[in-house]
């Protein structure tokens, strides 16, 4: 199946079967040129403020710069946690220049989540948002982290404008608690120092890990999906391929909704539309609608990528049809499933295309996306992208046929190097070069794939995976909690939510007091929607829980 790639006669004109994984030696290269080439034009816009590809190219300098100056060395570890600003491409690129390895981190974590994520990364380093800096202050004595860089939301916005919007966050909204962190440094103070030293010379490779980008994987606790210079390189050629057929060099403006953070909109919006020299428009809360269409009406956007739960909200707000969609031309949800009601609903009020995607970040992320002529099919996560083979293995390791289900299996030069310090785990899922899903999938007769269910327990509540294991661990640590365990059941809103079945140690135990101490210790994606008590659970001879019995008893009663 690999070899005959019977998607290949699917593809749009323009788009090639290969690409080079070798076209740029590390990433570094490629962001170099970019910035060079679209020099005098604007390469991220927040609130209104704009930054062009020249000011990225020098502040990020100066940032590479700061860190050397502090003794962080190449292939050590920074932390980035916060939302869509200005600062994030600036720590980013200035980073990757000073050959530091990045560890993206969810603004949103829990103490509890954020001190697992710095110590097993190493992370000596950390930039962080001024609204979460609370959090890191109490667990930073338990990690590596010496160097601290604290950012505001206005910090990049201008004089009045940034010192308005600090004031309304600090004082009105009382969105930042207080904290207090020795030999913190603005992250203007460090670009500020940073600009009187130099970035040190150092040797780069195509298989040097420059990022641990953070996932559970198909089970378990997060662990860090090493990606290397070879593997971002070309993923964004990969998609940069796919795109570039529709899109003009240099002229197109692009809404980022979803948070760089996730693998999806780094790699699509932050990588491959930057290296074409598109405008991103970063929105730094996408969930303030009118926030969102407001900036949406100043640009002529012709390409947004988001997620099912986002272009269905979108689509309740009685403004979004008010704007003009006549520049729309691209339109990719990744991270969950496309539903069909919300894509022909997408597709009769903008007029563009709703194209799925599929990914892990385990593959950097993008494994397929429908095409982008048009031909895109409904249910489908489309065709594999260039120098990408896709293949359906049963349980005993039989390639299938076509139309016959089986675990999706992906090779190409995306997919990660390992999980880092897990040898144990990366066998588990990689194979001689095969990268196990842990999806079960079909293919058509024409190369279109499509998932039809997940071979883990893994609950994806509005494109962020979330673990049963981790869930159980956290409310099991509760002393009125005998047993628990966590399934996903469909939501309308988010495609799947949290519900926990729980045995109670102690009957004074409450549904409320379940869900408060699940929000002390976890991001609220995971925290359950429902909480239901039993006297026990249905298990296994040997006594292991039967999730999937809960499941089907849910699944019962919605029908």
Not at 381 to 400: A, H, K, M, Y
Not at 406 to 421: A, D, S
Request: proline content about 5%; charged content about 25%.
């Amino acid at each position: 199946m690999a070899e005959e790639r019977p998607w290949l006669k699917n593809y749009p004109v323009g788009v090639p079967a290969n690409i080079n994984p070798d076209q740029y030696p590390d990433l570094l290269s490629l962001l170099a040129e970019t910035m060079t080439k679209y020099k005098g034009k604007d390469a991220f816009i927040c609130m209104g403020k704009s930054l062009t590809f020249e000011k990225l190219d020098k502040e990020s300098r100066h940032f590479a710069a700061y860190l050397h100056s502090r003794g962080l060395e190449p292939g050590d570890k920074i932390a980035l946690m916060m939302p869509n600003l200005l600062q994030y491409p600036i720590a980013l690129f200035g980073a990757l220049r000073a050959g530091l390895i990045v560890v993206n981190t969810n603004p949103l974590y829990t103490p509890r989540e954020m001190k697992h994520q710095f110590v097993d990364s190493g992370a000596k380093a950390i930039l962080i948002v001024e609204n979460f800096a609370h959090h890191l202050e109490e667990i930073i004595k338990e990690t590596s982290i010496k160097i601290v860089m604290v950012t505001s939301i206005g910090e990049l916005l201008g004089t009045f404008k940034g010192a308005l919007i600090n004031f309304v966050i600090r004082r009105i909204r009382k969105m930042v608690p207080k904290y207090q962190l020795e030999n913190a440094v603005t992250f203007k103070q460090a670009l500020k120092h940073g600009r009187q030293f130099s970035i040190k010379s150092f040797s780069s490779t195509p298989d040097d890990v420059i990022m641990l980008q953070y996932t559970g994987g198909t089970t378990g606790l997060a662990k860090g999906a090493m990606l290397t210079n070879r593997n971002l390189v070309s993923n964004m050629l990969q998609i940069r391929s796919v795109m570039l057929p529709f899109l003009k060099d240099g002229e197109e403006s692009v809404l980022s909704p979803l948070p760089m953070y996730h693998i999806f909109a780094f790699t699509v919006n932050c990588l491959a539309l930057f290296s074409i020299g598109s405008r991103t428009i970063l929105i730094t809360n996408a969930r303030d609608f009118p926030a969102l269409i407001k900036e949406w009406k100043k640009y002529p956007i012709s390409l947004m990528t988001g997620i099912n739960t986002l272009f269905n909200a979108l689509m309740h707000q009685d403004d979004f049809k008010t704007i003009d969609f006549s520049t729309l031309k691209i339109t990719v949800g990744g991270g969950m499933a496309v539903q069909k009601a919300v894509a022909e609903r997408w597709k009769e009020v903008t007029g563009c295309q709703l194209s799925e995607g599929y990914g892990m970040t385990e593959s950097s992320p993008v494994v397929s996306v429908n095409p982008l002529d048009g031909r895109g099919r409904l249910g489908s996560i489309g065709l594999p992208v260039p120098s990408t083979d896709v293949r359906i293995v049963s349980e005993d390791g039989v390639i299938q046929g076509i139309d016959q289900p089986g675990e999706i299996q992906v090779k190409g030069p995306q997919v990660m190097k390992g999980y880092f310090n897990k040898p144990d785990e990366t066998a588990k899922i990689l194979k001689d070069e095969w990268l196990s899903t842990g999806d079960i999938g079909i293919m058509d007769a024409d190369g279109f794939f499509r998932i039809v269910d997940r071979k883990k327990d893994m609950i994806l509540v509005s494109g962020f995976n979330v673990y049963p294991n981790e869930i159980e661990d956290v409310i099991s640590s509760y002393p009125k909690v005998l047993e628990v365990a966590a399934i996903g059941i469909e939501d309308e809103k988010s495609g799947e939510v949290v519900k926990v079945f729980i045995v109670p140690k102690d009957k004074s135990l409450t549904k409320d007091e379940v869900i408060a101490f699940c929000r002390e210790n976890m991001t609220g994606y995971k925290v359950p929607k429902y909480v239901e008590f039993r006297k026990d659970l249905p298990k296994t001879n040997v006594g292991k829980i039967l999730r999937r019995a809960l499941k089907d008893e849910e699944k019962a009663k919605a029908e």
